[in-house]
């Protein structure tokens, strides 16, 4: 079993492979070209009325199960040592150097805490020379994260999740806020948000860039745009800023079509 769209394809897709039975169950308004990718897989789809947090909850009763292996990555113990490789990609073709500060959207925090793990082991490493600052950007309607972080909290605030076209990012209740909190104020970082128009204006101009993203991917390219990174800080030689573009956008209806039938 597994949760939402671009991770829960990737576990159907290996389930299919191995021959194991998947089902996945997704929010009801999750895009009809990731619905579409798990039902090719092979894997029973439920679409749950309601939001993310409901759907985490259907999943949750359907995993107490016998013989039911709950596969989400969010509560997976070795899940950050997969996405730590994203950092230990840009290390090595980057020449043994990081930029200054890492640009990564965050909504249950895996890409955000695999990030600052893999940083934190090439600094004991002594293959880094200091902690690149991480900037974590959630989208204005679903903001758990940024309002805990400019409130100084320790956990996130509790907030109701707005629609937002960041799909990928809408999570209320992270369940390892706390987590994502210290990691970003470890690493000297901050968490910022992005409105629904920020985002369509930077994925449109992903895609006449020819990237062809969906929205969610758009976050950190969005906050990019509106000033709201440091593009310009001293890095010793390196890339001030990079960010991920991840997440095609033939799964995902582009922001002008959302809310349309």
């Keep these: 079993m597994f949760l939402h769209g671009n991770a829960g394809s990737a576990v159907a897709a290996y389930a299919a492979r191995a021959r194991i039975p998947c089902e996945v169950y997704v929010p009801a308004a999750t895009s009809a070209g990731k619905v579409a990718q798990l039902r090719a897989y092979g894997a029973t ?36 040592h997969g996405t730590k490789t994203y950092v230990f990609e840009l ?3 980057l020449g043994g150097r990081l930029p200054a500060i890492l640009a990564l959207p965050v909504g249950n925090g895996t890409l955000v805490l695999g990030a600052f793990l893999g940083c934190r082991e090439l600094l004991d490493q002594g293959l880094i ?3 690149p600052q991480i900037v974590a950007v959630q989208a204005a309607g679903c903001a758990p ?21 960041a799909e990928g990012i809408a999570i209320a209740r992270p369940a390892r806020g706390a987590q994502i909190l210290a990691a970003v104020r470890d690493s000297g970082g901050t968490i910022v ?28 390219f969005a906050a990019l745009q509106a000033g709201m990174i440091d593009c310009n800080c001293e ?21 002008s079509e959302l809310g349309s039938s």
Excluded at 215 to 220: D, E, K, R, V, Y
Aim: proline share 9%; hydrophobic share 40%; with cysteine.
């Design 145 to 165: 994260l940024a309002r805990a972080f400019r409130a100084g909290q320790s956990v996130p605030a509790a907030v109701d999740g707005e629609p937002t076209i």
């Design 129 to 131: 020379s200091r902690m």
């Design 45 to 80: 789809v439920h679409q749950v009325p309601g939001s993310r947090e409901d759907t985490a909850d259907a999943a949750a009763r359907a995993a107490d199960q016998p013989r039911t292996f709950y596969a989400s990555h969010v509560y997976h113990p070795f899940f950050l």
């Design 193 to 220: 948000t992005v409105t629904d128009d920020q985002v369509s204006a930077a994925h449109a101009g992903l895609a006449r860039a020819g990237l062809y993203v969906e929205p969610t991917a758009a976050a950190c």
């Design 91 to 93: 290390w090595e073709q």
């Design 235 to 255: 890095a010793d030689g390196n890339p001030s800023v990079i960010a991920p573009l991840c997440g095609s956008g033939l799964k995902a209806k582009p922001p």
